[in-house]
């Protein structure tokens, strides 16, 4: 049976294969500083898990109030200790390494890749061209890198603050950002975190200069928009994003704008606004009755050597709080809009509710400016000339001439009793003037109601209305009769949204008031 079984043995009968030996990759030796060094300084140890803050011990080592910013109001830095010890011996590997800093020579680009880079990972070559493109990064030259180069650079800076001026971090670190973001997207998660982190952790200013051309991308994601948004008031040329971010209405999307005229103007209404910012930043900032807290651990997902870890509370109001920032803003870029139109002598209008008269002002001092009012006569049609009577010089003889003629003719014209009239209203020696109109045309409701709504304020209006115990349609009506009357044309707008004063007569109404309020 033994036999029979042997017989079904396939196996057997194919012929027996060498076995192939593969050599192991021999990895070069890192030379600098010595490899050594920096295998014992970088034991990792695995993952924290499952540690809760019970078995940690929180300690507050700082509390310090910020009044730089409009919507952070304070912050309190926590040291927390951990029985876990993770990449011991970083900081010393990464003094070892800042020890040749500016004495490194060129050298071909060498790729590498980790999942989390530290120094002991770099061959020889590698080891060589980071110490190269660190060197360049702190001359502000940008060279090749790869996106684990960058991290380790990174890594290296928040893990030195005593080797590397802690304001000089900032800068290095939002430079590296602003420069290979376009290569390296997929670093903008970590940095817009970690950069707030470095900059609250020691207080030192956030360097907002370096990252405003793409400020508004910081806006539309991430964690700290509270943060970021405190600067959008330094944006001046990224005001065009920021109206589009903050603003309900856009002037470059409406049909209006397509109008040729209008469209090649619409870069007044950025340039208008660029002061207006911090004002209603200002405005925004004093809603003070909604305060949040945000507590996180810093530096989160980098590589962190040292037995304490840190933690950041700050106090800060809450991103919806700053809607009464877009509609604010969203008044300001419709005020510019009509100031422009206004300007290129577009008759429509757009509805604009109440703006802050600081902010008009703002506005209307730019448009003042860059397009300065010029008062020019109308030429003179050329025929008029022939109706031009002959220039003499004045003879008093000949005006008592034409004086007696006109009183012979008088005397032609009109009858007896008609001429005693005449002479009995000039024995007088001057006749005096009628005496002007004093009370006003309208009702003082109306008056007060209309002053109201040309400065803005459409909840005093209605309110006079109700003191005068009469519909705010009515007042508006009895406006617009008056006008109509003397003018030819209405003054006040009625729509469903409200009750608006029409810009084109905002000098009318302004005179009126003069005269009567």
């Not at 109206?243 to 002037?251: G, H, L, M």
């Amino acid at each position: 049976m033994a036999e029979l079984d042997d017989f079904w043995d396939i196996a057997s009968l194919m012929p027996k294969k060498k076995k192939s030996v593969i050599a192991a990759p021999v990895q070069e030796p890192v030379s600098f500083p010595s490899p050594q060094a920096f295998s014992d300084t970088e034991k990792t140890v695995k993952a924290e898990e499952n540690i809760s803050l019970k078995e940690r011990e929180v300690t507050l080592i700082e509390e310090y109030e910020i009044t730089s910013h409009p919507f952070l109001r304070g912050a309190r830095v926590y040291s927390v200790t951990s029985p876990f010890h993770f990449y011991h011996g970083f900081q010393e590997a990464a003094a070892l390494s800042l020890s040749s800093l500016g004495k490194n020579p060129p050298c071909a680009f060498e790729p590498f890749f980790s999942y989390s880079p530290q120094y002991a990972q770099l061959s020889q070559k590698q080891m060589s061209y980071y110490l190269y493109f660190r060197d360049c990064a702190y001359e502000g030259r940008y060279i090749k890198t790869t996106k684990n180069y960058l991290l380790l650079f990174i890594y290296e800076i928040l893990n030195s603050p005593n080797l590397i001026p802690k304001e000089e971090g900032a800068l290095l670190l939002a430079r590296l950002w602003a420069a290979y973001r376009g290569a390296f997207p997929q670093v903008d998660k970590y940095m817009r975190e970690w950069l707030v982190d470095y900059c609250l952790l020691y207080r030192v200013p956030f360097p907002y200069k370096e990252i405003m051309s793409f400020l508004p991308a910081l806006l539309e994601e991430g964690a700290w928009k509270e943060f970021y948004l405190g600067f959008i008031g330094e944006a001046s040329q990224d005001t065009k994003a920021a109206i589009r971010y903050f603003s309900k209405y856009d002037p470059y999307t409406t049909r209006m704008s397509q109008r040729e005229e209008l469209f090649s103007m619409l870069h007044h209404i950025e340039k208008a606004l660029i002061p207006v910012f911090p004002v209603l930043l200002q405005i925004a900032s004093r809603e003070k009755n909604m305060v949040s807290l945000k507590s996180r651990e810093v530096f989160l997902g980098a590589v962190w050597a040292g037995a304490l870890r840190y933690r950041i509370e700050v106090s800060y109001q809450p991103h919806f709080a700053a809607l009464r920032l877009a509609e604010e803003l969203t008044a300001a870029v419709k005020y510019a809009e009509n100031c422009l139109r206004m300007r290129l002598h577009i008759k429509s209008r757009l509805m604009v509710r109440e703006v802050p008269p600081a902010v008009k002002e703002l506005i209307d001092g730019y448009f003042e400016k860059a397009f300065p009012r010029k008062e020019e006569p109308l030429p003179r049609p050329v025929y008029e000339a022939q109706y031009d009577a002959e220039s003499c010089a004045f003879s008093a003889t000949e005006a008592e001439k034409i004086e007696n003629d006109s009183w012979q003719n008088t005397r032609l014209l009109v009858s007896e009793e008609e001429l005693a009239e005449v002479f009995a209203s000039c024995d007088d020696e001057e006749e005096a003037p009628p005496e002007p109109e004093r009370g006003a045309p309208l009702s003082d409701a109306a008056l007060r109601f209309l002053s109201a709504l040309w400065q803005g304020e459409g909840a005093l209006a209605n309110e006079i209305a109700k003191e005068a115990n009469t519909q705010k349609e009515a007042l508006a009506e009895e406006i617009n009769d008056y006008f109509s009357d003397t003018m030819g044309d209405i003054v006040l707008d009625m729509t469903a949204e409200g009750i608006f004063p029409i810009a084109d007569y905002n000098e009318e109404i302004a005179g009126f008031l003069r005269a009567y309020m």
